[in-house]
C-alpha cells in the first residue's frame, strides 16, 4: 500500500495529542506520514502546566514551500484538527488547496474543532474560517454534536434533526460526515452515547445515494484527551479501506477506540489506586501497547443503518428463521436482524423475542 | 515493559532522520518515546533543497520545565544524535545530569555525530563539548572510526588499534562502545566493512573485563541519511533486551539495518529506473514497510567474540 498522509496537528513532548496521537497507528497500518507539527508542547494543556512554542502561519509556509521545492508535495491524504490561530488555519486551506491541483485524488479528513457540550474552546474567530473556507475543502469532517449545530446553525434534538444536519453539512462540502458524540437517547440506555455517520455517494447509473449509520457507543467515566485525534486518524485508515462502505469503517474507527480506551482506563486506576481519580498523565492513552487492537481491531460494536424497521417486520423475520435451532444458527439470526433492523445486538435475543 | 525513553533530535517533516527514524521503531518495540524536536525542517539536508525552523536551547529549556513542573521527568532511557548548537547541546547535558539525578538508573545513549571519512561536518567548537561534557555522561556510544579517532585523539590503522581507542573511550565514561564502521580491512573482502564493539563488565569474581566483538556488514553503494539514528535508537532498544550480551544486542541491531537497507535499496532503484542513481527522496529509508522486521528481526549477520 503506498499511501501518504501530510498532518498538520501540534506535537506534545510526552503523551498522546495531535500527531501523537495520530501518526503512530497510521504507520503501524501502513500508511507514510508526512507531519507538520504545529506547536511543540512539553504536554497536552489539561495537565496542571504546559509549556512550549507554536508555528507562526509564514513558519507553516516556509516548511510546505521546501516540500514543494523539492517536488514532493503529491499527498493522497491531508488530516488537521485542534488549531486556535485564524491565520494559520487559512494558511493551511490555501496549502490544501494547492495540494489538490497537484492531485484531485486527494482527500482532506477534517476535524473541525471548535468546541462540546454547548461551549467554544477555541477563539470565536475561527468559526466563520471554519465555515467559509475549512469545510468546503474537506472530505470528511468528524465533528461533535456541538460544531455540527454550529456550522449549520440548526439544533439537534432527534435523530431526524442529526439526519437533517448532516445533509446540510454535505451541501457545505463534505461526503462523508461522522457526528463522533451526540446527547440523542442511546436505545440501550444512559450508558451509552449515539453516534451518527452520512456518507453521499454516486451509483455507476449517475444517481445519489446517502448511506447513514448509527452507533450506540460505551460511554466511559473519564476525561480523555487526544480521543478525537486518534479517531480521526483511523476514520481515515479505515474508510481507506472501505471508501463505501461508512458502516464498516465506522464499526473498526469505534472498536479501535474502545479498545485503547479500556485498556487506558484500566491502566489509569491501576496507577491511581482504589477510590482515586487518575491524573491527566495517568490518562494518557495506552497507545503503543495497543498496536495489535490497532492493527486488526476487533468488532466490538454494531452499527446500524438508520432507519430502523417496525416491531411486526421483525418478529417476521425471527420466526421466519428459526430452524435449525443450533447456537451458530441463532448468532446468525441474531447478526442478521441487527444488520436489518437498526436494532442493537444485545438487546435481540431469539428467545426473549 | 514499561520503559520510558526521552528522545532529542531533529524533525522532518518528510522522511526518515533524527526522531522520525528513531520514535517509530521504538514505538513498535513497546517503548514509549517522549521526544523533543531540536528543529522542524521539511527533510533532511542531503535533498536539493530544504527549509525550516531550529529550537534554541532557551526553548528546549523551556520545554523541559514544563515536563519536570507536571512531575513527570523520570526516564530509563535518553537518546541524542545529530546536534549543530554547542549551547544547545550543553544544555542537553544539564538536562541529562538533572534526570540522572532522578533516576540513577537512567542510560544514556548518544551518537557523538561529528563527521565522516575524515571531516567533520558539524562546527569544529562541537568537539570539546562532547569530549568533555556530554560523553562522560554516556552509558552506550555510538561513533564511527573519525568520531571515536577525534574523541581519543588516537588514530586506528589496525583492529588493535580499535581495541584500545574503544578502552580509552570506555574510560571517558562509556561503558558500551559501538563502532560503527571503519576503513579496517575484512575477513570477508572489500564488499564488506567491520564494525566493532566493547562492552564492561564484571565477571562473577568481581574482575572486571570487557567483551569485544567484531562484525562484518556488508557494505551497500549507496549514501542513506538517518541510518545512524536508527542504528542507536535499535542498539537501545535491544541492549534493553540484552543488557550484559553486546553480540546478541548487536545481531540483531545489525539485522534491522540490514533489512531495512535492503528493502529501501530495492524500492530505490524500482522508482528510480534501470541505470539511474536513485535521489534522497527515492532513498528515505522503508520504515512502516518494515514494522515486522523491526519487531522480530530475523538475525542474518553474526559478531565474533574476539
Request: net charge neutral.
Amino acid at each position: 500500500m503506498e499511501c501518504r498522509v501530510l498532518s498538520i496537528q501540534s506535537h506534545v513532548v510526552r503523551g498522546y495529542v495531535g500527531n501523537k496521537s495520530a501518526s503512530f497507528p497510521l504507520q503501524v497500518l501502513g500508511f507514510e506520514v508526512d507531519s507538520i507539527n504545529s506547536v511543540q508542547f512539553s504536554n497536552h494543556t489539561g495537565y496542571s502546566h504546559w509549556k512550549g512554542q507554536v508555528l507562526t502561519a509564514d513558519e507553516l509556509h516556509v516548511l510546505y514551500e521546501g516540500i514543494k521545492l523539492n517536488k514532493v508535495h503529491q499527498y493522497d491524504y491531508v488530516l488537521t484538527g485542534y488549531t486556535r490561530d485564524t491565520s494559520f488555519l487559512e494558511m493551511v486551506v490555501d496549502i490544501i488547496q494547492e495540494l489538490k491541483r497537484a492531485n484531485p485524488n486527494l482527500v482532506y479528513v477534517c476535524d473541525p474543532v471548535l468546541g462540546d457540550h454547548g461551549s467554544m474552546y477555541v477563539p470565536q474567530n475561527l468559526y466563520p474560517v471554519y465555515k467559509n473556507k475549512v469545510v468546503p475543502v474537506a472530505d470528511i469532517i468528524t465533528p461533535n454534536q456541538f460544531e455540527a449545530e454550529l456550522l449549520t446553525g440548526k439544533n439537534i434534538t432527534t435523530e431526524k434533526d442529526a439526519v437533517e444536519v448532516m445533509d446540510l453539512l454535505h451541501a457545505m462540502g463534505p461526503d462523508t460526515v461522522v457526528i463522533t458524540s451526540s446527547d440523542l437517547p442511546s436505545r440501550l440506555g444512559d450508558r451509552f452515547l449515539v453516534s451518527l455517520g452520512s456518507q453521499r455517494k454516486v451509483r455507476p447509473d449517475g444517481s445519489r445515494t446517502t448511506q447513514r449509520v448509527r452507533m450506540e457507543v460505551h460511554k466511559v467515566d473519564a476525561v480523555f484527551v487526544g480521543t478525537g485525534d486518534l479517531f480521526a486518524a483511523m476514520l481515515l485508515a479505515w474508510t481507506h479501506h472501505y471508501p463505501d462502505d461508512l458502516k464498516m469503517a465506522c464499526e473498526k474507527t469505534f472498536s479501535v477506540m474502545h479498545h485503547v480506551i479500556q485498556r487506558t482506563i484500566s491502566y489509569a486506576h491501576e496507577l491511581a489506586g482504589p477510590g482515586r481519580r487518575p491524573s491527566p498523565p495517568q490518562l494518557e492513552l495506552r497507545m503503543v501497547q495497543s498496536k495489535a487492537d490497532i492493527e486488526d481491531p476487533a468488532i466490538f460494536l454494531k452499527s446500524f443503518f438508520c432507519p430502523p424497521i417496525n416491531t411486526s417486520t421483525r418478529r417476521a423475520l425471527v420466526l421466519k428463521r428459526i430452524s435449525p435451532r443450533r447456537q451458530s444458527a441463532c448468532d446468525r439470526i441474531t447478526r442478521d436482524l441487527c444488520l436489518v433492523s437498526g436494532a442493537p445486538a444485545c438487546s435481540i435475543h431469539p428467545k426473549v423475542i | 515493559m514499561e520503559c520510558r525513553v526521552l528522545s532529542i533530535q531533529s524533525h522532518v517533516v518528510r522522511g526518515y532522520v533524527g526522531n522520525k527514524s528513531a520514535t517509530f521503531p521504538l514505538q513498535v518495540l513497546g517503548f514509549e518515546v517522549d521526544s523533543i524536536n531540536s528543529v522542524q525542517f521539511s527533510n533532511h539536508t542531503g535533498y536539493a533543497h530544504w527549509k525550516g525552523q531550529v529550537l534554541t536551547a532557551e526553548e528546549l529549556n523551556v520545554l523541559y520545565e514544563g515536563i519536570k513542573l507536571n512531575q513527570v521527568n523520570r526516564y530509563d532511557y535518553i537518546l541524542t544524535g545529530y546536534s549543530r548548537d554547542s549551547s544547545f547541546l550543553e544544555t542537553v547535558v544539564d538536562i541529562i545530569q538533572e534526570l540522572k539525578k532522578a533516576n540513577p538508573s537512567l542510560v544514556y545513549v548518544c551518537d557523538p555525530v561529528m563527521g565522516d571519512h575524515g571531516a567533520m561536518y558539524v562546527p569544529e567548537y562541537l568537539l570539546p563539548v562532547y569530549r568533555d561534557k556530554v560523553v562522560p555522561l554516556a552509558d552506550i556510544l555510538t561513533p564511527n572510526q573519525f568520531e571515536a579517532e577525534l574523541l581519543t585523539g588516537r588514530k586506528i590503522t589496525t583492529e588493535e588499534d580499535a581495541l584500545e581507542v574503544m578502552d580509552l573511550l570506555h574510560k571517558l565514561g562509556p561503558e558500551t562502545v559501538v563502532l560503527t564502521s571503519t576503513d579496517l580491512p575484512s575477513k570477508r573482502g572489500d564488499q564488506f566493512l567491520v564494525a566493532l564493539g566493547s562492552q564492561n563488565i564484571v565477571k562473577a569474581d568481581g574482575t572486571k573485563t570487557s567483551q569485544k566483538i567484531c562484525m562484518d556488514m556488508p557494505k551497500v553503494d549507496a549514501v542513506f541519511v538517518g541510518t545512524g539514528d536508527l542504528f542507536a535508537a535499535m542498539l537501545l532498544a535491544w541492549t534493553h533486551h540484552h543488557p550484559k550480551d553486546l553480540k546478541a544486542a548487536c545481531e540483531k541491531t545489525a539485522s534491522v539495518m540490514h533489512h531495512v537497507i535492503r528493502r529501501t535499496m530495492t524500492y530505490a532503484n524500482e522508482m528510480a529506473g534501470p541505470g539511474k542513481r536513485p535521489s534522497p527522496a527515492q532513498l528515505e529509508l522503508r520504515m512502516v514497510q518494515s514494522k515486522a522486521d523491526i519487531e522480530n528481526p530475523a538475525v542474518v549477520l553474526e559478531a565474533r567474540v574476539l
